[in-house]
């Protein structure tokens, strides 16, 4: 008898393991997946530098405008020394805040897809208690239309963040992306910040933080 339950565990753990393993890989592959789609989008700006041309400034603007774009071209654009091609009206904490968030909601595991309508409700300070001093971080609230999943959901609340609340900040994308896809309007804006605030502490984000500005 026992060792019929001690199979049936062993069996239950394996197929436990599977599953974990998989979800794993269909992480990676969507996230390989996503950057190969990226760089098809980026390369007639890209290519072109590789191969000695100067940076055209209209395709440059036209794909800066694209949240979805945005930082990562501004990233290709700084390797490849030309960070200086890049809009100026673009290169804020606001547009790479932005551009941060509308990015992550669209990969595979999240929303799948950039929000149909997205609006900036506010940016909230908030109190780090170290040598960072005060965090601003940047509260959204979005929908999706039809056929997406969260179609129903209607208004939702997300925030990403944090970044150093000085004049001038350093220029860097968020390390902290967070929505549950709660509705906007079920707590206050303090309350949606300080629950995005919360889990970058539990996950030493703020550590994160300062290797990014070092």
Not at 28 to 37: G, H, L, S, V
Not at 135 to 145: D, E, H, I, P, S
Not at 178 to 202: G, R, T
């Amino acid at each position: 008898m026992l060792k019929i339950v001690l199979i049936i565990v062993a069996v239950i753990i394996g197929l436990a393991v599977l599953i974990f393993a998989g979800l794993i890989l269909n992480l990676i592959m969507a996230t390989k997946r996503k950057q190969r789609e990226t760089d098809l989008l980026l390369s007639p700006v890209i290519d072109p530098i590789k191969e000695g041309n100067p940076p055209d400034p209209q395709q440059i603007k036209i794909m800066a405008a694209s949240p979805l774009l945005r930082n990562v071209l501004y990233d290709a654009l700084d390797e490849l020394g030309h960070a200086d091609a890049f809009p100026a009206e673009y290169r804020t904490i606001k547009a790479f805040a932005e551009s941060a968030f509308v990015t992550w909601l669209a990969h595979p595991n999240e929303l799948q897809q950039a929000p149909d309508a997205l609006e900036l409700i506010d940016i909230i300070k908030i109190d780090s208690g170290t040598d960072l001093g005060r965090l601003a971080y940047f509260l959204y609230r979005f929908r999706t239309n039809e056929p997406n999943f969260a179609a129903d959901y209607g208004w939702m609340a997300g925030a990403c963040g944090p970044f150093l609340d000085r004049p001038n900040p350093p220029l860097y994308a968020p390390v902290a992306l967070y929505s549950n896809l709660d509705p906007f309007d079920e707590k206050s804006p303090e309350e949606h910040v300080q629950q995005v605030h919360q889990s970058a502490l539990e996950h030493n984000v703020l550590d994160k933080l300062r290797e990014e500005i070092a």
